[in-house]
Structures are given as structure tokens and as C-alpha cells.
């Protein structure tokens, strides 16, 4: 797991994020951390920031790392992906990931047996999701 200290490193290595006005516009309506009276609290880069620390955990979990703290390495390349706009992941990412819900998946696919039971079956899996 990365330690603040880390964390403070790897933030003080972080190339702002060039935007133009528009899309700075569209983060601040739809993807930007907002408080009760529904102000951004989060700069582009904290959001960028969020999401690189997010999603770099998965290192841990799925990958076999040598190091722990490669997992900040992760994280800064996903940063630096981000903030570079040579890649940005899909919107329910950016906007859940290090969040409570964490729904990070766009659409989801669920069979469908050829049946009534079945067919009633998967629309209360769909209920559920």
C-alpha cells in the first residue's frame, strides 16, 4: 500500500493537466468530487490523482508485484496517461473510482435462459445490479 510519504512524492512529481476551457467545463459538471451546495472540491488533478490511485491498487490484488511500492509507480503511470489525455478510461471511472460505490463498469452482460423462468430470473439479477 503507498504511504503518505509516497503519496506526497509522487503528487509533487505531477505534471499539471492542460485543458481547454470546454473541458474543464464538462469535468466540472460531471466528474469533479462536488460539495452539499454542488461546488467542484476536487481540482482535475486530484481527480486524475483519485483515479491513477484507484485504480493502481488492482496491482496488488491481481498482479504478483516484487515491491509493494510498485504499486506507486502504477499510479504515477496512470497519472501521467491521464494527464497527458493520451488516455482517459471510460466515465464511470472517473467518476467512482476511489469512491464509495467504486462502480467502475459501463454496461454490464447477463444471460438469458429461454424460458420464463429464466428470463424472470436475470430481470431481478438486473433489480439487483
Request: proline share 6%.
Amino acid at each position: 500500500m503507498t504511504t503518505t510519504s509516497d503519496r506526497s512524492r509522487i503528487e509533487r512529481h505531477r505534471r499539471p493537466v492542460a485543458l481547454s476551457q470546454n473541458a474543464r467545463l464538462v469535468l466540472e459538471r460531471r466528474y469533479l468530487t462536488k460539495d452539499d451546495a454542488d461546488k467542484p472540491i476536487e481540482s482535475p488533478e486530484e481527480l486524475f490523482g483519485r483515479v491513477a490511485h484507484s485504480v493502481a491498487q488492482a496491482e496488488l490484488s491481481y498482479k504478483p508485484l516484487r515491491d509493494p511500492l510498485d504499486v506507486a509507480l502504477w499510479e504515477e503511470r496512470f497519472y501521467d496517461l491521464m494527464a497527458s489525455l493520451e488516455f482517459l478510461p471510460n466515465s464511470p471511472t472517473l467518476m467512482n473510482a476511489g469512491r464509495e460505490l467504486q462502480q467502475l463498469s459501463a454496461c454490464f452482460v447477463l444471460p438469458v435462459a429461454d424460458s420464463i423462468g429464466g428470463i424472470f430470473e436475470s430481470i431481478k439479477h438486473t433489480a439487483l445490479i
